[in-house]
Structures are given as C-alpha cells and as structure tokens.
C-alpha cells in the first residue's frame, strides 16, 4: 500500500467539476494507494505548497515519514485516480502529466533550456502538443506531478522556490523571475544532477474559472480520453459526476466536434 498526499493550492475559486474530481480520488485503487488531500488558501503558490508538503509552517516540524510520495494538483485541472496510478506505473521519481497552455494548444507546459542559460526557454524550446512519449526536459508543469519521497530528501528547504534568471541575447535583454514550475524544476536538478520527466502518454485537462472566456481554452484531451474519464465515472454517486460530465460536454465536446473528433 502506498501513502500519497495531493498537495492542493488554491485561492479560494476552485471550479466546482475540480472539486468533485479530486473529491472522487479516495474512492480507487483502494488495494494499492492511501490517498489524503491537503489545501491551503494562499495566492502564493511556492508558500502553499512547501507549508503542505511539509505538514506544518513550522520548519522544524516533523516530516511525514509513512507518505511514499505527493501530487502537486492545480485547482483549474481536471485529473483521475488513473492518471495518478500511470504515474506512479512510471517508476520515476518527479514525473508530470502532460497539458497544453489554456492558450497555446500547440505546446505542452514544459520545456528545456538553452546551454548556458538554466531556467529561460526560447519559443524553439518549448515541447511540441503531440509529444506523446515519456521524456526528459528541463522543466516541467506543477499543475499534476507526483513526486516520489526521493526527489524531496534530496533537496534543500525550501523545496519550492524562484530564481532570478537572464536569457540569450538574441531572444530577451535583462534578468527575470521564473516561475514556480521552472523554480522547482531548476532546484531539483541543481540538488540532485537530474531533470523531471514528462509523461505525453498521460494527459489532464485544463478547466475554465467562471470569469474566463470558453474560446481561450486548448483542448488537451482526444475524443478516446474524454470517454475514458467518463467511462471511470460510471461508479460514483450522480451528485459527484454530474459536474465533471457536465464539464465535459460543455467545454470539450463542442472542440472536439469542431476538429472532426468522435465522443
């Protein structure tokens, strides 16, 4: 049995099919995983999730030393207790789904670095939306990771922290602030000498706040995908699924239609 925490920040405005689907985690895989949820109302993500990994705000408090692993989870994604069990299945220790920019569908939320300027990717560098492999980058979202005890033992407090970065002069003069994605990617390879994985063979979804415009959502999902996360649904009470497939038909269906794919 394995012991993983969902690390959950947020800023008070999770949507509500988000709600359902993390709420509907527990429920799986009962024989393999034990899965608790944590959150923390905070529009300081890199605070939110150090506070949550550690268990307390209180760095000298004590590690949670029966958790195998934790998963960073975004408010505004739509995930499965199967994407997280595929992640697992990967056997790597930070691995992230893949998801496309809300809006960007062209690209995945990762990328790599040119040499000599670590936490700042050029538009050349950026991963293709069909990249369907498990692979290596320089960076990788936060949005649905699942890091393993080992990547975290081998970094240093604060796990989650930014950097002041500049970039080759042919594509932008001055210094910047990284994200948080690339923040933890760059100190993880800085503290242990290598890089995250990306999984194109697991994809999760991007959902839309109530103030957001449906047209500026990229559809990371196949018509396949869609049916398998309804499909995984079937079993839970009508109160939990019928946001998430209302969800779903709503913002995926008419995309999907519209580029020649089949629900």
């Not at 150090?50 to 760095?59: A, E, K, P, R, V």
């Not at 975004?74 to 809300?102: C, N, P, R």
């Not at 697991?202 to 047209?215: A, G, K, M, N, T």
Request: charged share 25%.
């Amino acid at each position: 049995m394995h012991k993983i925490k969902i690390i959950i920040p947020h800023t008070g405005r999770t949507p509500a099919v988000v709600r359902r689907a993390m709420e509907a985690i527990p429920r799986h895989y009962k024989n393999r995983f034990e899965f608790s949820i944590v959150e923390q109302i905070n529009s300081n993500l890199d605070s939110a999730r150090n506070d949550l990994l550690w268990g307390s705000t209180d760095i000298t408090g004590p590690w949670d030393d029966d958790y195998a692993g934790w998963l960073f989870w975004d408010d505004d994604i739509i995930g499965t207790a199967e994407h997280i069990e595929q992640l697992w299945d990967s056997e790597k220790e930070f691995v992230s789904a893949s998801m496309v920019y809300k809006d960007a569908p062209n690209f995945l939320v990762a990328g790599n670095f040119p040499e000599g300027f670590p936490g700042y990717t050029p538009p050349d560098m950026q991963i293709p939306a069909n990249m369907e492999d498990l692979i290596q980058c320089d960076w990788s979202n936060l949005g649905f990771t699942l890091l393993r005890r080992s990547a975290l033992e081998k970094k240093n407090y604060p796990w989650c922290r930014r950097f002041v970065v500049e970039g080759p002069a042919e594509y932008v003069r001055g210094l910047d602030q990284t994200s948080e994605d690339v923040g933890f990617s760059l100190h993880y390879t800085n503290s242990t000498g290598k890089r995250p994985w990306l999984h194109g063979g697991v994809r999760v979804q991007h959902v839309l706040r109530e103030h957001q415009d449906p047209s500026q959502l990229a559809l990371t999902l196949t018509g396949d995908e869609v049916k398998s996360i309804l499909f995984s649904l079937k079993e839970l009470p009508f109160k939990t699924s019928a946001p998430i497939i209302e969800s779903l038909k709503t913002q995926c269906m008419p995309q999907l239609q519209a580029r020649g794919g089949q629900p």
